[in-house]
């Protein structure tokens, strides 16, 4: 039976968030020893579960580059805080495209399993000028996206906050531009106006459909299985 699940990629300015954005969950980058966040540990209760665990992986610090760590929500705040472990400060660039794509993935898995419907994500693996280019970090969120996308079991909601409407823009070039690169067909919609990229991915079909408004990102569809 097709799936009919959909990932919706968009691009958003950072100071939506907590305003006409309220996602389930907010994605911040950290690195191996979580120097990014030290101060969020101190606010913990080891007598709670979740906290607990939280603490307990922190103790063995450091935390392999790729994987993630959940903070539960906070009193005052509406979203639960994922921490992607992308950077390795003893490394230069700090940060590998591979390391964002397995972390947002698996963010992505384990949000769908809560039943998370929205994270907002940073512009992960950036960070000054030791981080990954605005193009890697496009390549990696992107492909990220195309594996969930793949094993999508329920509608999930990625966006990507950026500092002003030119990162925006830019971003919003680099990703049409890379959808585009992959595609190994392009449709026409009923309505005869939307074009609907279609991009093979293993024995998937992938569906693009570039959401109206040139900013907004892409919605992908799993179609079925190639035969």
Same mark, same amino acid.
């Given at each position: 039976?097709? &799936?009919?699940?959909? @990932? #919706?990629?968009? %691009?958003? %300015? #950072?100071e939506s968030l907590g305003h006409r954005l309220q996602p389930d969950g907010i994605v911040v980058q950290e690195d191996k020893n979580l120097l990014l966040a030290q101060e969020m540990a101190s606010e913990l209760d080891a007598s709670n579960a979740d906290d607990a665990a939280y603490l307990a992986i922190v103790a063995q610090r450091p935390v392999p580059a790729g994987h993630f760590l959940l903070l539960r #929500? #906070?009193?005052g705040t509406s979203f639960w805080t994922y921490q992607a472990v992308v950077h390795d400060f003893d490394m230069t660039p700090t940060c590998r495209p591979g390391d964002v794509r397995r972390s947002l993935?698996?963010?992505? &898995?384990d949000a769908a399993v809560r039943g998370f419907h929205h994270l907002a994500i940073e512009p992960l693996g950036t960070f000054r000028s030791s981080g990954l280019t605005l193009e890697e970090m496009v390549d990696a969120l992107d492909e990220a996206a195309v594996e969930l996308s793949v094993n999508l079991a329920a509608p999930l909601r990625l966006t990507l906050l950026l500092e002003d409407i030119a990162k925006v823009e &830019?971003?919003?070039? %680099? @990703?049409?531009s890379r959808v585009l690169r992959r595609a190994s067909r392009r449709l026409r919609t009923e309505d005869g106006e939307a074009v609907v990229v279609e991009v093979c991915q293993g024995a998937a079909r992938l569906h693009y459909r570039f959401v109206p408004g040139s900013l907004s990102g892409y919605i992908v569809t799993r179609i079925d299985q190639v035969a």
């Open positions: 039976m097709p &799936q009919t699940a959909t @990932l #919706r990629f968009d %691009l958003d %300015l #950072r #929500r #906070r009193e993935a698996a963010i992505g &898995q &830019q971003v919003s070039h %680099l @990703l049409r």
